[in-house]
């Protein structure tokens, strides 16, 4: 065993700042906690290239006492906490004591304080840790932090940050729940000199609005109740506004933006269903607690709290949430009632007015030389949506026309080559045709159809009995058609009659810029419109039949750090086959379901695009087990 040795301070500082400055956000959202245990009403934060150059924290607080400034940068000192009591009773942000020190540790800090009682105010500067410089200065009263040359020293951490537009997303989004659980106070951000966010200070709408945009606050509603010994108010979305991921909640207790699982389950629960399972719903929810009632100290980003009573925490949310959707599902109801009677007497006072024509003096005059053009019957079946066509359009007998018609060429049987093909599905391994002999599902027996849901076939010389999923099989036949289509063929770009023009957060304005390149290769062009504003302008020849709200939820819900344009080019393209596809309880024609086999024959793949089985086999034993027969 090697020898136990005593880490110098250097090494030390270095490692604990890994468990507070993760990244430049990390950074930020620390200054500006000190900023607001300061008392500061106006915070100006400025940021250039992502942070990884350059961060500004300014304020208006109670500054840093000249006699305080050579320990402020040491570990583990903190004006929040003297005693460990004061553990059980945190009502500051900050309270350990690590971070301007490891913010110190890993860059280069100057920083300008002055408090009220000073003629002057000083400036201070700090190398990896230690103090260069410190000397009188003129300035106001408050507090200004600026950080340089991030991770310089610390090469290992530097290379794993992302891209400068990414820790500038990050960057916007860590600001952006700090305005909203300080609305009280003004902000105002500028990343790469253009203002980012600017508040006033006037409260919680007016903070919704400057993160989230004019369409968040108009679709949210605001409760507030009072359970046992807290208070739960804030605001949720009604039911016509929902997200495609949850960037759009954020928890609050006692001023600190959080983590809860707790808040996240209560919401879920309560509009479980209103909702489609993968959305979200909009929230800013405020929790009012005696810190007695928490522990903040969880983890070193403070992130995370835990309640001494969760299960209160969640009835203060989910109870008031509740109502409020019963009450908005209520209204919904009533004026669709209104509506459809609006209509039905629409209706029955045409009907009147025709009925008791003038016959002598007719309101309608009919050009009787009028001759129709001979118009072919046939044509009149044929679906003109691609999307939405399944089989041949030429038949031969054109007497029983399917219902739907194929939007493409013909499948090619080998799908080997796909490269951006994820699944490993192939004929002859993990599907049910390595069964030996197995007859094609076109050559079974069709016994028929349960639930207008799924085709029941019988393979009689194997002993087998298959159950199809109608809507699954299709959208798997629609989706590689799709990809296929995509794969093959010379890119063909549309351009769009009307723009469509879409609001996001300031955060996803961010994200979405930067990924303007990888979007313009998959032939969608789109641009910035204003603030906080994107306008599409273009689309692939292929999507031209996909919402183009769609897209964007799409794009938002796969900008992770990990995003891949094919993989979001599969999303949207299954996503279109799912919606193009024949659904359950839908009837097929006799034609339709030869249509179907004869393709799944020729499919390798027995799963839809979003992993659900196209197919069930059963063999006779199974049945034999069930009813007894054998054991």
Same mark, same amino acid.
């Given at each position: ?371 129709? %053009? %001979? ?132 955060? %996803? ?123």
């Amino acid at each position: 065993m090697s020898k136990i040795n005593i880490l110098s301070s250097d090494i030390y500082n270095k490692i604990s700042a890994g468990e507070v400055v993760e990244r430049p956000a990390s950074i930020v959202k620390e200054l500006v906690e000190n900023s607001l245990d300061a008392g500061a009403k106006n915070i100006e934060i400025t940021v250039k290239n992502g942070g990884i150059d350059f961060i500004n924290v300014a304020d208006d607080g109670s500054g840093i006492e000249k006699d305080d400034i050579d320990i402020a940068f040491l570990p583990h000192t903190t004006s929040k906490i003297a005693l460990a009591e004061d553990l059980s009773e945190i009502k500051t942000l900050g309270f350990r004591g690590e971070a301007l020190a490891s913010i110190a540790a890993v860059s280069v800090i100057e920083m300008l304080t002055k408090t009220a009682a000073d003629e002057t105010g000083a400036k201070v500067e700090v190398h990896a840790g230690r103090i260069k410089y410190k000397g009188d200065y003129s300035c106001n009263t408050g507090t200004s932090v600026r950080v340089t040359d991030l991770f310089h020293n610390v090469p290992a951490r530097k290379k794993f940050l992302k891209s400068v537009g990414r820790e500038s997303a990050e960057i916007t989004s860590v600001i952006g729940k700090l305005i909203l659980a300080n609305p009280q106070t003004k902000f105002k951000y500028i990343n790469n000199d253009k203002i980012i966010f600017q508040t006033n200070g006037s409260g919680a709408k007016e903070a919704v609005y400057a993160v989230y945009g004019e369409e968040a606050v108009r679709h949210c509603v605001k409760f507030d109740d009072f359970y046992k010994n807290l208070r739960a108010w804030g605001y949720v979305s009604d039911l016509n506004y929902f997200k495609p991921n949850s960037s759009y909640q954020t928890f609050v207790v006692n001023g600190r933006y959080v983590n809860s699982p707790q808040l996240s389950s209560a919401l879920k629960n309560v509009y479980k269903d209103y909702m489609m399972t993968k959305n979200f719903p909009f929230a800013v929810i405020y929790i009012e607690i005696d810190p007695s009632e928490i522990d903040v100290n969880v983890h070193p980003n403070k992130l995370e709290v835990k309640f001494s009573d969760p299960g209160a925490v969640f009835l203060s949310v989910a109870t008031p949430v509740k109502q409020i959707l019963n009450n908005l599902s209520h209204d919904r109801a009533r004026l669709l009632l209104e509506r459809e009677e609006s209509q039905r007497k629409t209706k029955r006072d045409a009907d009147y007015e025709l009925k008791h024509l003038d016959t002598h003096n007719p309101l309608l005059f009919v050009n009787q030389k009028f001759e129709p %053009e %001979e118009v072919d019957a046939n044509s009149l079946l044929v679906c003109t949506d691609p999307d939405i066509n399944i089989a041949p359009q030429e038949k031969k007998n054109t007497e029983k026309e399917t219902e739907f018609q194929p939007a493409f060429e013909e499948l090619v049987q080998n799908l080997n080559n796909r490269e951006n093909t994820q699944q490993k599905e192939v004929h002859g391994e993990n599907s049910v045709f390595k069964q030996k002999n197995m007859l094609p599902f076109s050559k079974c027996y069709r016994k028929g159809v349960i639930f207008q849901s799924y085709l029941m076939l019988e393979d009689y010389e194997n002993e087998l009995l298959h159950l199809i999923d109608q809507h699954a099989a299709h959208e798997r036949i629609l989706f590689d058609k799709f990809m296929l289509e995509y794969e093959t063929r010379k890119l063909e770009i549309q351009d769009l009659l009307t723009p469509y023009v879409r609001h996001v957060s300031a955060t %996803e304005f961010q994200i979405l810029s930067e990924l303007l390149p990888q979007m313009e290769m998959m032939g969608f062009y789109y641009e910035p419109f204003g603030s906080n504003t994107i306008k599409l302008t273009a689309i692939p020849l292929l999507f031209t039949n996909l919402s183009h709200k769609d897209f964007f939820d799409a794009v938002l819900e796969n900008c992770g750090e990990g995003f891949d344009a094919k993989s979001l080019t599969k999303d949207i393209l299954a996503q279109k086959a799912c919606k193009a596809a024949i659904k359950a309880g839908q009837s097929m024609s006799v034609y339709d379901v030869d249509y179907l086999l004869k393709k799944l024959d020729e499919n390798i793949f027995l799963k839809c695009p979003h992993g659900r089985p196209l197919v069930a086999t059963y063999k006779k034993t199974d049945f034999d087990k069930l009813f007894k027969r054998i054991v």
